[in-house]
């Protein structure tokens, strides 16, 4: 067969075993797995039956943001759960919130010839050189979580996650129902340039725009974590105008959860002197309701395992997808938050 570079005996089948003088026809896995079979018989070469199963999975490079939150981890367990479940091969990559780690692990899924690309990239900007590599590569590319600004849109095949600006935008008119249109806002910010920070931002702010009693006076990032969230939190309380704050907007649940301890060792009451609603949905927050801590939480769902890899085997399959698939989310409040909490899963 010109062009093929047939297996050893004994050697694991991969998509890297399969070497052409030319690109290949678009097949399904299945398809190149009983090529390989079928080139190894005719070679005189016979595969185990694992041996062929296993060159039936796709091998997924999937680069992730880091393990800033509660959220994130879930996230992460939940991609790592169903590709193990699925016996897919994960190369998995931790880029500790540097954009400049996810750039690197993506041209080593290029290097590694993986079959799908997947991350969740930390910041919007600057992925257009790596991605017009990754199509040059022949790799479709799948965004989660946290989409990109680029010029060409084929750069990517598809984006599943959520829809930050309606996230800020259920925040603001909870808030609004809540205060009833008077508060004095302090704003935890997510990681500048990242879009959930943006998003949120901005879905808060469309929301609370027609009320002249809702004002935010301080906005500072927190960069999601909590221990940054406690950090700013003390510096807006000790602020000239901390005293007049009485509602805290944080772009997610562990910036609050840091706040919430500044707020408590500033001899405050969280949840009743200073309102709070925060993004997210982790379970943390959900004890915090339930201790009268915490007032409000709009969810963003980490568990996008299954979803994820159903994509995968759609783009491997040649299907073709929407550009932008939304999971499915809610908002909960102090009133409902004990009969939820029993069944978090993150």
Request: glycine share 8%.
């Amino acid at each position: 067969m010109p062009g093929l570079a047939l297996p050893r005996p004994g050697q694991t089948l991969n998509r890297s075993t399969l070497r052409t003088t030319r690109p290949l026809s678009p097949m399904t896995p299945k398809f190149t797995s009983r090529l390989l079979a079928a080139a190894g018989l005719f070679a005189g070469v016979f595969f185990t039956t694992a041996q062929v199963a296993a060159a039936d999975k796709p091998v997924v490079g999937f680069s992730q943001i880091g393990a800033e939150s509660a959220w994130r981890t879930a996230n992460t367990d939940s991609i790592k759960g169903e590709a193990a479940k699925r016996g897919i091969t994960l190369k998995f990559a931790d880029a500790q919130q540097k954009q400049e780690n996810q750039i690197k692990a993506l041209r080593s899924f290029i290097a590694q010839n993986v079959d799908v690309i997947a991350f969740s990239p930390v910041v919007e900007t600057g992925w257009e050189p790596v991605l017009r590599e990754i199509k040059k590569a022949g790799i479709p590319v799948i965004l989660t979580d946290r989409a990109v600004k680029v010029s060409d849109p084929s750069l990517f095949v598809t984006f599943v996650g959520s829809d930050f600006v309606e996230e800020g935008r259920r925040a603001g008119k909870w808030l609004v129902e809540k205060t009833k249109g008077q508060a004095v806002i302090a704003e935890l910010v997510g990681t500048p340039g990242s879009a959930p920070a943006i998003d949120r931002k901005k879905g808060f702010e469309e929301a609370i725009a027609g009320q002249a009693g809702m004002k935010i006076i301080k906005s500072q990032s927190g960069d999601f974590t909590r221990a940054k969230g406690k950090e700013v939190m003390e510096t807006f309380l000790k602020s000239p105008e901390g005293k007049s704050i009485n509602v805290l907007y944080a772009h997610n649940d562990d910036m609050a959860l840091g706040a919430i301890q500044a707020i408590e060792e500033a001899g405050l009451k969280p949840g009743t002197d200073i309102v709070i609603v925060s993004i997210d949905g982790v379970k943390g927050a959900f004890e915090a309701m339930v201790a009268g801590k915490l007032n409000c939480t709009v969810e963003c769902n980490p568990l996008i395992g299954a979803q994820l890899f159903d994509l995968v085997a759609d783009v491997v399959a040649g299907k073709t997808l929407p550009k932008r698939i939304a999971v499915e989310e809610g908002l909960y409040d102090q009133s409902q938050a004990a009969a939820a909490l029993p069944s978090r899963q993150y």
